[in-house]
């Protein structure tokens, strides 16, 4: 670039002429500041290769400066003043917000890693295709630009033929440019669409494995809205990622391109001025720019929480018809709606004045200092003196001073400049979407923060606390390792024949412990009976033994998820047919492999006595919302029906008959049993002891009992219990009155 604007401009004759013509147009100055003018008019003339290769290299070191403050600013860590917080340290040392940092350069390499599978993949290839195209458009409007200066020149001096020809071209070019352009916004669009699937993709392949989906919600406080995550903010960060890089690329290619044929034409001391403008102006919108990327991180959470406010009253919406807590339920999402409402209203508010200011910096006073630039060599021509132009071989100086020249120099330069300005401008806005790039990053990040954390079985949930500290109390739990019991991890032990726990505490995740060390062994054959008031951790058990929760302590012996199947009082109901729902999770093709068949099925519902639905519904190929077609005791049927399909050798019936009659009852119990069912119930009907041989009696204040159980016998020490209770009640009422007789008797 400076040997293409260096050459000796000035030498001794010249120095002369312009000190003439100088003398000529500033007259009337004052003989002092003439003198000034001349000397740094010789300084310059002496000294312009100088000049022009020390703004080169200031240039190059304003570069190596701000890579070099880019490198540290990706190798900096955050500070936070919540970075020691001692229960979620990963999430507390980040809770300032989203930031251009290293932990954000690190997230977004983590993020493109997945996005970007392999060095050669189809969405490389599409990068490099989107690259290729962007190359080409940026040099199309290189050449658009010189063709519009020369098609206004042909106008001006009134050259008919060339002017057309001009036309003709313009219009050949329109061809590939807007072909081009299509291509490009295609070309977008279908990297955000690859990165939002193979995001998507690696996501539901944690989320989905195992019992995670169960434990992100019910163990962890650190993720309150999965579904939004994966199906909200997973999108906007892949269309932000595949828009930055076209808003990064091409602008940057543009000013690059733009600003080396401003510098053959204006002179590098131009379009230095120019870039030191422009630098100041950035600077200053840097500092009052508004901190985006906390603002939409901040966003999403809101989101996040009104999303799942509606989710959870669909979720529950005939409990809360039935209480009539419509009010209630509206207050809750009504809080949440305004909070967003409130931060939306910020967020617009700050985008409005400074959009005002961005746009005003952008779009007219840099424009204003570009049209300055590119006027300055048309004047310069207006100087007294013509030899100037003759003795000029290079520089900021046209060359010939014929109209049509001029205006075709100032036309290009004005496109060039103006296209730099606007590359320019999308390199600022581009700024704007990193750091809101950012926010998503780090929503979507954190989401496979805590996948891997559960999937490895380490939880952060908030500590209830008095709740806790009560029970640890009531259990006589003195030492302090031993409070954190959450913490702590037992032993999984596999088996094929029983189902043993061994001093294995019953605690749930916010750290309450119902029971301080749980022991007993279920054998098949042996059903258990399992009682006790609400709270107590008959729930709890059933979700460490079914692997919903972890093993706390102890050791837990137990056959495989296969083996053990979960009967709850609500039973689940997918959508899909009517046979979904007896062979659930099991697919058709799953099931005529094991050679069962419509008719295998239709004898099941015949044992819960609801072989009429199949009829009443229209066919086992029926689809609908069964949750709302089918009344409580049919969906209580159709769960044992599915029991029945599957035939595991473990059952834990979760008072899974409420709904039903104490016959239909009697003959699905009988059932199970004569199919080698081994049960574990929790029930308090007393018709249903008759079918269990042992009984697990929790006591409420973390105590239990483990023992056989003779329901009849059983039944006779409850009937006296309360045969004795009645009779004790009738005593005090005999002794309340005898006392109030004392003392009507003392009175007269």
Known sequence: MVAALNGDLFVGAFTKRVQNALFKQVHGFKQRQLVALTRLVFFYAKYQKHIKRSIVLLICAALIERLHKMGRLMTSPRVSANAGAANEPDKQARRGGAQLDKQFFDNLRRLVAIAIPRAVCRESAMLAAHTLLLVFRTFLSVAVAALDGQIVSALVRLRGHEFLWGIVRWMGMAVPATLTNSLLTYLQAALAIRFRQNLTEHV???????????????????????DQLISVDIRKFSDSLAELYSNLAKPTLDAFVYNVQLARSL???????????????????????????????QEQRLEGEFHFAHSRLIEHAEEVALYRGHEAEKRSITRRYMRLVRHVSRV??????????????????????????????????????????????????????????????????????????DALGRMMYSYKEIVEL????????????VLDDVHEGRFVKTKVGTAAAAAAAAAKITDAHETDIVSQRGRLIESTDDVEFINVPIVSPNGDVLVRSLSFRVTPGRHLLIVGPNGCGKSSMFRILGGLWPVYGGTLRKPTMSQIFYI??????????????????????EMQAKGVTDADLLSILDVVQLQHIVEREGSWDAVKLWKDALSGGDKQRIAMARLFYHRPRFAIMDECTSAVSMDIEKTMYTHATDLGITLLTVSHRQSLWQYHNYILQYDGQGGYVFSKLDPERRIQLIEEKQLIEQELASIKDMESRLHDLELQAATY
């Open 348 to 421: 617009v508010r700050l985008n409005v004045f400074y959009g005002m200011l961005e746009d005003f910096v952008v779009k007219y006073f840099w424009g204003a200092a570009g049209l300055v630039a590119c006027a300055a060599p048309v004047f310069a021509q207006r100087i007294p003196g013509a030899t100037i132009a003759a003795a000029i071989e290079s520089g900021t100086v046209a060359q010939s001073s014929d109209l049509g020249t001029r205006t075709r120099d100032f036309i290009t330069n004005r496109r060039l400049l103006l296209s730099g300005s």
């Open 438 to 449: 950012a926010g998503y990053t780090e929503r979507v990040t954190d989401l496979l923060t």
């Open 204 to 226: 539901h392949k944690k989320y989905l494995h195992g019992n995670t989906y169960y434990a992100v919600g019910n163990l962890d406080d650190r993720v309150r809205n999965a």
């Open 267 to 297: 002179g590098v001391e131009s379009l230095f001025g120019i870039m030191l403008v422009i630098q100041m102006s950035m600077g200053m919108l840097r500092v009052l720019a508004p901190p985006f990327g906390q603002l939409v991180a």
């Open 568 to 589: 709850p009082q609500r039973p689940y109901l997918p959508i899909g047919t009517l046979r979904d729902q007896l062979i659930y999770p099991d697919s058709a093709a």
